[in-house]
């Protein structure tokens, strides 16, 4: 019985927990769970469904019930008395006798004498003559005339001040059909705000001229009818009724109005057509606005906008007759709220709806279509931001998402530090993620990426929620600890099933798992998945011929699936631990049925690497050089065709090449097979003049060779990559390295940096000896630095020891030397150096530390 050496090592995907992309290594005949468990960043999805009721509310039209009053009203009016003597005023005489007249109704007299005041234009009785003539015109008739004597005679300071101010409001109102616009008295402002919509409130009638006509704007205010304006008190009767919910009260009266050639017909019509919309009668609703749209277009289009509100089907006929562009809203909202994403999105567009229509293109997963709408949207508010950066994450347009960010950062600090957060995540800067995240679950992702499997169960180690027991199933299993994962699993979904089963599976219960993982075989979207696992399984039961037909059954019902490329390599895997004509048949077979698969590339690069195994060259050739027509293939088969090229040169270029082309493992392979081929000729500068065109990596490898090969070369790289990056700690050391070929002091400088600790106490001490020729305070400093970071590392700590005590003495610091010198290590001093330091010691002070 074969024992295979390499079988399947599987990577737990995102929300599957699906292993296995590729094959690679394994050492056992188990399948072994490795790598980390891959989570991406959670869709942020629209709504479902988007508000439409209420975005039209009815109109209220009580303003257009309102009247002016019917009648003039007039204040008392007093006759003034005559004086005793004679000499009377003739003005004054000629207001008087125009009263008496007047209060006896005789208004023609009355109107001659109160013009002749006016013809003194002196006369202090000018303007209460103007407003009785004003009341003497309005009853005869005369209303425009009437107007200009009550607009004059309220431009003056009279005892009927008042009233002419208020009949001037009233006859204006009547004449002009829109009340003017004050606020004094109360009640002519509270008559304005009515009539143009301003707000519905009754007014005091204390001292108004107009009592009766108050009382009216009262009753109308309140919904009470007024006989004395009985249509109008009554339509607005029926308005609060409505309001207040009492729609059969509301159209007994509506309907008496409603008949033709009855006063506010068109009111009466328009609300039954609201109510109709109220009680679900949409087809009545539909019928009324018809009958409006001869009457009153305005009336009409509302009622049809109301409709649009309702169902699709209303919201384009209310398009089509109104032409708004709130219809076409209603129609694209009404698309949307059915799921039917594409139309909604054409007609959110056309109506100007773009943050919606970005709505509708996220939903069909179009974030491009959605980035373009959201480009058009003018409400900037933090939920317009949210999305824009939702589309530009997905969209991958890192530069935009860094200048939006930068936008909102002091604006919506909570919203930066999301955004922020999910940037690092793509970037696999998976602890930067952690900290700038608040969610605790996209925190415990963040951890789950970087690999930290117990700190995710603690970050949510209280979360009861689906998706953070999943990521604790997930986290418990990438450690390996199948019962855990199982305290976080029920069986409700198909996802907890399936961990169940991989639960089982990384416990080696393989029969188990082949139990759950059966129950997902009805389930179409894990049933590909869970064929895979129960293959698996019976592979490392030691059924083979099982496994074999399970995989077989992968690649001919789901040969698309990501499933279909594991189970084909599991085969082919399984056909490469014999070497016999079986992969052959399998590739010759698999292009045949599935000559579009991309999986036939892989199967032919397999069965390349087994003829070369069998030392078949020219089809292992063959098959490479069709290979390197596939971008994602040329790199790994320009380094199998070098494995088999016996021409130097030939080998070399294609090994430079598969560099250049290829990535990670491949480019590594490349480069260590160039490196050997180099080796082998002792072709040692020539190697480092390639690598030195590499990667940064690369050029390291480049200056270690130069540093024995070519100095010159050595200096110039050195001096680049340090420039690059100045904090790098293996050119620290490399840094020494060129002081020992040309002494230069800013070699020191930079080695003295290194976290190498011999490094670092070499460097300093000889930095300490350069300056302790020109500067012994700056010389004092380094050999201070050695003997306080660099004990133990000799020679250099107990050399910089003498040469600090040799400075302290010639600063007189007797007591500091002997205290330093009682640091050194005596086990490493020269003999030279022990007679020195008895010396020393007799010459100096004992060391004393004040406590």
């Given at each position: 019985?074969?024992?295979?050496?390499?079988?399947?090592?599987?990577?737990?995907?995102?929300?599957?927990?699906s292993?296995g992309?590729?094959?690679?290594?394994s050492?056992?005949?188990?399948?072994k769970?490795?790598?980390?468990?891959?989570?991406?960043?959670?869709?942020?999805?629209?709504?479902?469904?988007?508000?439409?009721k209420?975005?039209?509310?009815?109109?209220?039209?009580?303003g257009e019930?309102?009247?002016?009053p019917?009648?003039?009203e007039?204040?008392?009016?007093d006759?003034?008395?005559?004086?005793?003597?004679?000499?009377?005023?003739?003005?004054?005489?000629?207001?008087?006798a125009?009263?008496?007249?007047?209060?006896?109704g005789?208004?023609k007299?009355?109107?001659?004498?109160?013009l002749?005041?006016?013809?003194l234009?002196?006369?202090?009785?000018v303007?209460q003559?103007?407003y009785?003539?004003?009341?003497?015109?309005?009853?005869t008739?005369r209303?425009?005339?009437a107007?200009?004597?009550?607009?004059?005679?309220?431009s003056?300071?009279?005892?009927?001040?008042q009233?002419?101010?208020?009949?001037?409001?009233?006859l204006?109102?009547?004449?002009?059909?829109?009340?003017?616009?004050?606020?004094?008295?109360?009640?002519?402002?509270?008559?304005?705000?009515i009539?143009?919509?301003?707000?519905i409130?009754?007014?005091?009638?204390?001292?108004?001229?107009?009592?009766?006509?108050?009382?009216?704007v009262?009753?109308?205010?309140e919904?009470?009818?007024?006989?004395?304006?009985?249509?109008?008190?009554?339509?607005?009767k029926?308005?609060?009724?409505?309001?207040?919910?009492?729609?059969?009260?509301?159209k007994s009266i509506l309907?008496r109005?409603?008949?033709p050639?009855?006063?506010?017909?068109?009111?009466?019509?328009?609300?039954?057509?609201?109510i109709?919309?109220?009680?679900g009668?949409?087809?009545?609703?539909?019928?009324l606005?018809?009958l409006?749209?001869v009457?009153?277009?305005?009336?009409?289009?509302?009622?049809?906008?109301?409709?649009s509100?309702e169902?699709?089907?209303f919201?384009k006929?209310?398009?089509?007759?109104?032409g708004s562009?709130?219809a076409?809203?209603?129609a694209g909202?009404?698309s949307?709220?059915?799921?039917?994403?594409?139309l909604?999105?054409?007609e959110?567009?056309?109506?100007?709806?773009?943050l919606?229509?970005?709505?509708?293109?996220?939903?069909?997963?179009?974030?491009?279509?959605?980035?373009e709408?959201?480009?058009?949207?003018?409400?900037?508010?933090?939920?317009?931001?949210?999305?824009?950066?939702?589309t530009?994450?997905?969209?991958g347009?890192?530069?935009?998402?860094?200048?939006?960010?930068?936008?909102?950062?002091?604006?919506y600090?909570?919203?930066?530090?999301?955004?922020?957060?999910?940037?690092?995540?793509?970037?696999e800067?998976w602890?930067?993620?952690?900290?700038?995240?608040?969610?605790?679950?996209?925190?415990a992702?963040?951890?789950?990426?970087?690999?930290?499997?117990?700190?995710?169960?603690?970050?949510?180690?209280?979360?009861?929620?689906?998706?953070s027991?999943?990521?604790?199933?997930?986290a418990?299993?990438s450690?390996?600890?199948?019962?855990?994962a199982?305290?976080?699993?029920?069986?409700?979904?198909?996802?907890?099933?399936?961990?169940?089963g991989?639960?089982?599976?990384?416990?080696?219960?393989?029969?188990?798992?082949?139990n759950?993982?059966?129950?997902?075989?009805e389930?179409?979207?894990?049933?590909?998945?869970?064929?895979?696992?129960?293959?698996?399984?019976?592979?490392?039961l030691g059924?083979?011929?099982?496994?074999?037909e399970?995989?077989?059954e992968?690649?001919?019902?789901?040969?698309?699936?990501p499933?279909?490329?594991?189970?084909?390599?599991?085969?082919?895997?399984?056909?490469?631990?014999?070497?016999?004509?079986d992969?052959?048949?399998?590739?010759?077979?698999?292009?045949?049925?599935?000559?579009?698969?991309?999986?036939?590339?892989d199967?032919?690069?397999?069965?390349?690497?087994?003829?070369?195994?069998?030392?078949?060259?020219?089809?292992?050739?063959?098959?490479?050089?069709?290979?390197?027509?596939?971008?994602?293939?040329?790199?790994?088969?320009?380094?199998?065709?070098?494995?088999?090229?016996?021409?130097?040169?030939?080998?070399?270029?294609?090994?430079?090449e598969?560099i250049?082309k290829?990535?990670g493992?491949?480019k590594e392979?490349?480069?260590?097979?160039?490196?050997s081929?180099?080796?082998?000729?002792?072709e040692?500068?020539?190697?480092?003049?390639?690598?030195?065109?590499?990667?940064?990596?690369?050029?390291?490898?480049?200056?270690?060779?130069?540093?024995?090969?070519?100095?010159?070369?050595?200096?110039?790289l050195?001096?680049?990559?340090?420039?690059?990056?100045?904090?790098d700690?293996?050119?620290?050391?490399?840094?020494?390295?060129?002081?020992?070929?040309?002494?230069?002091?800013?070699y020191?400088?930079i080695?003295?940096d290194?976290?190498?600790?011999?490094?670092?106490?070499?460097?300093?001490?000889?930095?300490?000896?350069i300056?302790?020729?020109?500067?012994?305070?700056?010389?004092?400093?380094?050999?201070v630095?050695v003997?306080?970071?660099?004990e133990?590392?000799?020679p250099?700590?107990?050399?910089s020891?003498?040469?600090?005590?040799?400075?302290?003495?010639?600063?007189n610091?007797?007591k500091?030397?002997?205290?330093?010198?009682?640091?050194?290590?005596?086990?490493?001093?020269?003999?030279?150096d022990?007679?020195?330091?008895n010396i020393?010691?007799?010459?100096?002070?004992?060391?004393?530390?004040?406590?």
């Amino acid at each position: 019985m074969y024992k295979p050496i390499k079988l399947f090592s599987f990577i737990l995907l995102v929300a599957s927990l699906s292993l296995g992309s590729n094959l690679s290594e394994s050492i056992s005949l188990k399948v072994k769970v490795i790598g980390r468990v891959a989570e991406e960043k959670p869709r942020l999805m629209p709504p479902d469904t988007v508000s439409l009721k209420g975005d039209i509310p009815p109109l209220d039209l009580s303003g257009e019930l309102l009247e002016p009053p019917k009648t003039i009203e007039e204040p008392p009016i007093d006759i003034p008395k005559e004086g005793g003597g004679c000499g009377e005023p003739k003005d004054k005489t000629y207001y008087i006798a125009g009263l008496k007249h007047y209060v006896e109704g005789n208004l023609k007299r009355a109107e001659s004498r109160f013009l002749d005041v006016l013809s003194l234009q002196s006369s202090a009785f000018v303007p209460q003559s103007e407003y009785m003539l004003g009341l003497i015109y309005s009853k005869t008739n005369r209303e425009e005339e009437a107007l200009k004597f009550f607009q004059s005679s309220c431009s003056a300071q009279h005892p009927f001040k008042q009233a002419a101010c208020e009949s001037m409001y009233a006859l204006e109102f009547k004449l002009k059909g829109e009340p003017v616009e004050t606020e004094e008295p109360e009640l002519w402002g509270r008559v304005y705000e009515i009539k143009t919509s301003s707000g519905i409130k009754a007014p005091y009638c204390e001292g108004v001229v107009f009592v009766n006509y108050c009382r009216y704007v009262q009753d109308f205010a309140e919904g009470r009818v007024n006989e004395d304006y009985r249509e109008s008190t009554e339509l607005r009767k029926a308005i609060v009724l409505m309001n207040s919910g009492d729609l059969g009260g509301a159209k007994s009266i509506l309907r008496r109005y409603s008949k033709p050639l009855s006063p506010y017909r068109e009111e009466a019509l328009y609300y039954l057509g609201v109510i109709a919309l109220k009680e679900g009668r949409k087809e009545e609703a539909y019928k009324l606005a018809s009958l409006l749209e001869v009457s009153n277009s305005n009336y009409a289009q509302h009622l049809f906008l109301m409709l649009s509100q309702e169902d699709v089907l209303f919201s384009k006929v209310a398009y089509e007759v109104t032409g708004s562009k709130e219809a076409l809203r209603s129609a694209g909202v009404h698309s949307y709220n059915r799921g039917d994403y594409r139309l909604a999105y054409a007609e959110l567009t056309k109506a100007g709806e773009y943050l919606i229509a970005a709505y509708a293109a996220i939903k069909e997963g179009d974030y491009q279509r959605a980035y373009e709408s959201l480009q058009k949207v003018e409400k900037r508010d933090q939920g317009y931001y949210t999305w824009l950066l939702e589309t530009l994450y997905w969209l991958g347009k890192d530069g935009e998402m860094e200048k939006v960010l930068s936008e909102i950062k002091d604006k919506y600090p909570k919203l930066y530090k999301e955004y922020k957060g999910w940037l690092a995540f793509r970037k696999e800067n998976w602890m930067e993620a952690y900290r700038l995240f608040d969610d605790p679950y996209h925190r415990a992702l963040a951890l789950f990426n970087a690999g930290k499997y117990p700190e995710v169960l603690k970050v949510i180690s209280e979360a009861k929620d689906l998706k953070s027991r999943l990521l604790k199933a997930k986290a418990a299993i990438s450690l390996g600890n199948g019962s855990l994962a199982r305290e976080f699993l029920t069986d409700q979904s198909g996802e907890e099933i399936y961990l169940t089963g991989m639960s089982f599976f990384i416990e080696g219960k393989y029969q188990e798992a082949i139990n759950y993982f059966n129950k997902l075989l009805e389930n179409k979207e894990y049933k590909s998945r869970a064929l895979l696992r129960i293959a698996d399984s019976y592979y490392n039961l030691g059924e083979y011929e099982r496994a074999k037909e399970l995989y077989k059954e992968i690649l001919t019902f789901y040969a698309d699936s990501p499933e279909a490329l594991d189970a084909t390599l599991a085969l082919a895997q399984i056909e490469l631990q014999k070497p016999t004509k079986d992969l052959e048949r399998l590739v010759r077979d698999f292009e045949s049925k599935f000559p579009g698969s991309p999986m036939i590339t892989d199967l032919k690069y397999q069965l390349a690497g087994m003829y070369i195994k069998e030392n078949r060259r020219e089809e292992a050739r063959s098959i490479l050089e069709e290979l390197l027509e596939k971008e994602n293939y040329r790199a790994k088969a320009l380094i199998r065709l070098a494995q088999i090229e016996e021409d130097p040169k030939k080998k070399e270029d294609l090994l430079k090449e598969a560099i250049l082309k290829g990535r990670g493992e491949d480019k590594e392979k490349a480069t260590g097979m160039l490196m050997s081929l180099y080796l082998e000729k002792k072709e040692f500068e020539k190697l480092a003049d390639f690598l030195s065109t590499g990667d940064f990596d690369d050029r390291k490898k480049a200056l270690s060779i130069y540093l024995s090969e070519n100095i010159e070369k050595a200096i110039k790289l050195f001096d680049e990559l340090i420039k690059e990056n100045p904090s790098d700690q293996e050119l620290r050391d490399k840094a020494m390295e060129l002081y020992n070929k040309t002494k230069g002091r800013k070699y020191l400088t930079i080695a003295k940096d290194s976290q190498n600790p011999k490094v670092r106490a070499r460097a300093l001490y000889l930095l300490g000896l350069i300056q302790k020729k020109t500067d012994k305070n700056k010389a004092l400093e380094y050999f201070v630095e050695v003997v306080l970071s660099a004990e133990g590392i000799q020679p250099y700590y107990n050399r910089s020891i003498l040469e600090a005590v040799d400075i302290l003495l010639s600063m007189n610091a007797r007591k500091d030397a002997s205290c330093l010198l009682a640091k050194l290590d005596s086990r490493y001093l020269t003999k030279k150096d022990i007679k020195k330091v008895n010396i020393l010691k007799n010459k100096l002070p004992k060391c004393e530390v004040k406590k």
